[in-house]
């Protein structure tokens, strides 16, 4: 049986869960600044104390038990919260700070934002690690509830019970095609009607191969519709798809603007009237006052203020 909590050494719980993170007593040792025997005898007190082998190994590798692994989300948290509480009464150094930063992105706002928000986290606190998750807000919000998140941003359409929010952007549509298509022709952009607009397919970028969206309510209400050719799950690819055809993308113009001078596309203005959307910024209520966490806030939004700066 474990032991009772008041008999346990938490300090053990720090080395658990850096040898779950690292699957290596070596690696764990370094990064906790001990000796590897000290991690070691650790891990042997951890054992004597779950009953359990925690983790055991297999080849170069250390596979955790199933314990282990239930364990460790639990022990994560608690660790996280244990930080955030020292950190909101102490005083707080950026390029001091050494810890793993989730941030939960969209594949459409971490090609808009991520790169510029790593590059002034690195500058800024060059000890952190940084890791970016596929996640999007009302679909993935439970991961900031759990603690398995630090951050989620992505496109939002109303606030999420239980979490705070900022808005990061606001994002409009434009249209993208090949540059040699009819609409565009040898001069460049101009004004394009309606009536050619729906004459020519289109691509739709959906995750889930759904072949409608918000160009076509637009489109109903004024009694026409278009063509949806196909249907591809990724914003980054899809322009690609435009070259040497006469289809047409709807792509958020931030995204388009990058993209379109990368593969030599054009655009042009949607002759319908299509709802923009918000980029929003997604955290829970527990990391308000943290320190870090209020620094992590300020510097994504001050990239995001850059971006519309530049636009």
Not at 49 to 56: I, Q, T
Not at 169 to 196: K, N, Q, S
Not at 226 to 252: H, K, Q, V
Request: net charge positive.
């Amino acid at each position: 049986m474990p032991v009772p909590i008041q008999e346990l050494d938490l300090n053990l719980l720090k080395v658990f869960d850096m040898l779950m993170e690292e699957r290596s007593v070596s690696r764990a040792a370094q990064r906790l600044g001990i000796t590897q025997s000290s991690t070691s005898n650790a891990l042997d007190r951890l054992r004597r104390a779950l009953d359990d082998r925690v983790l055991e190994r297999s080849g170069n590798a250390m596979v955790p038990t199933r314990t282990a692994v239930e364990l460790w989300p639990h022990v994560q948290l608690a660790l996280a919260q244990i930080v955030t509480g020292l950190n909101s009464v102490g005083e707080f150094d950026a390029a001091a700070l050494r810890q793993t930063v989730s941030i939960g992105m969209d594949e459409y706002s971490l090609a808009v934002l991520g790169p510029a928000i790593e590059a002034r986290l690195r500058a800024a606190a060059p000890r952190i690690r940084l890791v970016f998750l596929p996640a999007t807000p009302h679909e993935d919000e439970q991961a900031l509830f759990s603690g398995k998140l630090d951050l989620l941003v992505g496109p939002a359409w109303r606030p999420i019970p239980g979490l705070e929010r900022s808005v990061l952007l606001h994002e409009t549509f434009v249209a993208v095609v090949d540059a040699d298509h009819p609409l565009v022709g040898t001069r460049g952009t101009r004004t394009v009607r309606i009536e050619d607009y729906v004459r020519y397919a289109h691509i739709l970028v959906s995750r889930r191969g759904y072949v409608t969206g918000n160009v076509d309510a637009g489109l109903r209400r004024l009694g026409m519709r278009r063509t949806i050719a196909m249907t591809t799950p990724y914003y980054a690819s899809a322009p690609r798809f435009l070259r040497g055809t006469d289809r047409i993308l709807n792509l958020g113009r931030r995204l388009a603007r990058e993209l379109t001078e990368e593969v030599g596309l054009r655009t042009f203005e949607i002759p319908v009237n299509v709802p923009g959307f918000d980029i929003c910024l997604f955290w829970h209520p527990r990391n308000a006052r943290a320190k870090p966490h209020q620094w992590l806030r300020s510097e994504i939004e001050a990239v995001a203020a850059d971006v519309y700066v530049q636009t």
